[in-house]
């Protein structure tokens, strides 16, 4: 597995990321069929199939239902193989999405994930934004609200991840460490901002790199070629397709 320099963090990713909301959700999601949240037994064996690939980085959220309390159970003894990135913003509760920017609630949250995730630290927070990219960063003040927590040492990286290239433009400009942005071989007009923050030492996490399962799996080999692309954020359940994305992304060296 290839790694890349999380920017300027000092971490460094594995080109292909494993997202968790399958490991928590199953309402309200955007995926082509329905699936079962898998037992801890099909867990714990997709994160070892994952380690073996070489992949280090996992994503989770809030939002995600369960994810992050039942990461922090698999992942009790094995918390140093692995960089955890999770998000503040967005709950998912009883079925039903919540949105809250406020600092003080961003605060309860992060410390809420520290707790989950069985850690005392983060390696990357992200605004889960709810589109309003530009209303959160400029009026609310929560990328203020998790610099602070980063220079209390909860954190090691923050940023947004996005809904619009203003909101990655301003993000990058108050100082975010790290952006999650959308890429793949429909969805292009975020490939400047990708290029401009990873020339500035902005690590860059790809999500929807297949388009909800509507672009082929090559297009996972088109987003890792973009420059400023750090790692692809790829959400499966499934070991075999875990080791295909992988095989495909190994094919690039």
């Known amino acids: 597995m290839e790694y890349r320099p999380l920017g300027d963090t000092g971490m460094e990713v594995s080109l292909l990321g494993l997202g968790t ?81 406020t600092p003080e609630q961003t605060e309860i949250s992060v410390r809420r994930s520290l707790t989950r995730l069985q850690t005392d630290y983060l390696d990357i927070v992200l605004i889960h934004s709810d589109g309003n990219d530009l209303e959160i960063l400029d009026r609310l003040g929560t990328l203020q609200a998790l610099q602070a927590l980063k220079r209390a040492g909860l954190i090691r ?36 901002i990708i290029e401009t923050a990873g020339a500035a030492g902005c690590g860059v996490l790809v999500k929807k790199a297949l388009a909800g399962g509507r672009a082929p799996l090559d297009g996972l080999r088109y987003a890792a070629r973009q420059p400023g692309v750090s790692s692809l954020v790829v959400g499966t359940i499934n070991p075999i397709h875990l080791r295909e994305n992988a095989r495909i992304l190994d094919s690039l060296s």
Request: zero cysteines; proline letters at 3%.
């Open 157 to 192: 990286a923050v940023g947004i991840s996005h809904k619009t290239v203003p909101g990655a433009e301003r993000a990058l400009a108050m100082g975010a460490d790290v952006l999650m942005a959308t890429l793949n071989v429909e969805t292009t007009s975020e490939a400047q």
């Open 21 to 101: 909301v399958k490991f928590g959700r199953n309402q309200g999601v955007n995926y082509g069929s329905a699936f079962t949240i898998p037992d801890a037994a099909s867990a714990r064996g997709l994160l070892d199939v994952a380690r073996d690939l070489g992949i280090n980085l996992l994503d989770t959220a809030p939002a995600y239902g369960k994810s992050e309390e039942r990461l922090g159970i698999l992942l009790k003894n094995s918390r140093a193989d692995w960089l955890l990135s999770t998000k503040i913003g967005e709950e998912f509760q009883d079925g039903i999405s919540t949105h809250d920017f």
